[in-house]
């Protein structure tokens, strides 16, 4: 080997050296190419530079890639840079992979393999009112609540709930407190009031009175706010508290049926319960409205059959069946019906469930008006 062969390979090996040092420094992107003569050949010249640090970023965030790394190259003032950011979704906490390719006029290239590591950093929303129940009622304190999170779908929500009783009449504080799966929390405290139960016959209470004021000041104020509207007629009154009732009040399978001010208090206050629920909030609204109704009640054939609760009504033109609660079962429309049209529907639909004794109803009109009434576009004509 001659003195400048010598010399042309430490020359060689210089370079390399250099270049898998900038490889561990900075993440250089080269390519080698390979001696066909024996020799080894020197890199190629000015090999590309890419850098870039692994990056934090919110939930949320928005990452301009670009920025993310710094490309330089002497020779190629516009290196190609191909960024894959696929595998990143800034809205789910975890950590990804942005990978650069890079390659500049002479040939080098390589990869370059960026960290983002998305963090959840908001704690989760939880909202709610104070709410109310009769003592020896059941609560389910999650209903009381809502909540949401910008990352976590089903935070974990803890309950303390040890300073009520649900007997005694009184009011509480509930305490929430809703985590997410990356550790933050919010809370929130509700105030509970438990009320002393009605019975038969305590109409008079004070509680009573409270009660009936509080329905009829709802009824009074739901009708002016949301279910009518000026101009209409009784009989559209009546479908829009019919609609209203079906449709606002959630079916939990559960309610109070002292009396129909218990019922409607419930109903209200919850915006859920059972088939009388649906009655009695009907019944509150109808009367605000100054729509005459008469109540019904399903005559049970044995202890096994469920109960049931409905109305009849009358807006002018003769008494029809009015039920407002909604049924898993196909048209379950009860809007001014008559005995025959409920028969009809019991029969194919639920036996018995309609089934009433006539003594002490006023007679219902046998006439059907249901061509009158479109239930899908919720119009009388
Ligand atoms: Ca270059
Ligand atoms: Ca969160």
Same mark, same amino acid.
């Given at each position: 080997m001659t003195n400048k062969s010598r010399k042309k390979l430490s020359s060689a090996f210089a370079k390399i050296l250099v270049a898998i040092m900038l490889i561990s420094v900075a993440g250089v992107a080269v390519s080698c190419g390979s001696g066909t003569d024996g020799e080894i050949k020197? #890199?190629?010249? %000015?090999p590309i530079i890419i850098r870039g640090d692994d990056v934090q970023v919110n939930a949320g965030d928005e990452i301009d890639y670009n920025a993310l790394v710094s490309v330089t190259d002497l020779e190629d003032p516009n290196p190609t840079v191909d960024i894959d950011h696929?595998?990143?979704?800034?809205?789910?906490?975890g950590t990804y992979q942005v990978v650069y390719k890079v390659q500049d006029s002479l040939g080098n290239s390589g990869e370059y393999t960026v960290n983002i590591t998305v963090l959840d950093v908001t704690p989760p929303e939880v909202t709610g009112s104070s709410f109310t129940i009769m003592a020896g009622e059941s609560v389910s304190?999650?209903?009381?609540i809502q909540v949401s999170d910008d990352c976590d779908p089903d935070p974990v929500i803890d309950i303390d709930?040890?300073? #009520?009783?649900? %007997?005694t009449p009184g009011v509480y504080s509930v305490l929430y407190t809703v985590t997410d799966a990356s550790g933050n929390s919010s809370q929130l405290t509700l105030e509970m009031t438990v009320l002393e139960k009605i019975g038969e016959?305590?109409?008079?209470s004070e509680q009573f009175q409270e009660m009936q004021e509080y329905v009829l000041d709802r009824a009074t104020s739901l009708l002016e706010s949301e279910i009518t509207e000026d101009g209409m007629t009784d009989m559209e009154k009546a479908f829009a508290i019919y609609r209203w009732t079906k449709y606002n009040i959630a079916y939990s399978?559960?309610?109070?049926?002292?009396?129909y001010i218990v019922g409607a208090y419930d109903g209200f206050k919850k915006m859920a319960g059972d088939c009388y629920t649906y009655f009695a909030v009907s019944k509150a609204l109808l009367n605000a409205a100054g729509i005459d109704n008469v109540d019904v009640v399903k005559e049970r054939i044995d202890d096994s059959q469920s109960r049931h609760y409905w109305s009849l009504v009358n807006v002018g033109d003769g008494w029809y069946h009015f039920d407002s609660t909604p049924y898993?079962?196909?048209?379950?429309n009860f809007f001014m019906v008559t005995d025959e049209e409920l028969k009809d529907w019991d029969d194919t639909y639920?036996?018995?469930?309609?089934?009433?004794?006539?003594?002490?109803l006023p007679e219902r009109e046998?006439?059907?008006?249901?061509?009158?009434?479109?239930y899908g576009d919720a119009t009388i004509d």
């Open positions: 020197p #890199v190629k010249k %000015d696929t595998s990143v979704d800034l809205n789910t906490p304190y999650k209903k009381q709930n040890s300073q #009520v009783d649900l %007997d016959g305590d109409e008079a399978g559960s309610s109070d049926k002292t009396n898993s079962f196909p048209k379950d639920y036996a018995y469930c309609h089934n009433f004794l006539s003594d002490g046998t006439e059907s008006i249901q061509y009158r009434i479109n």
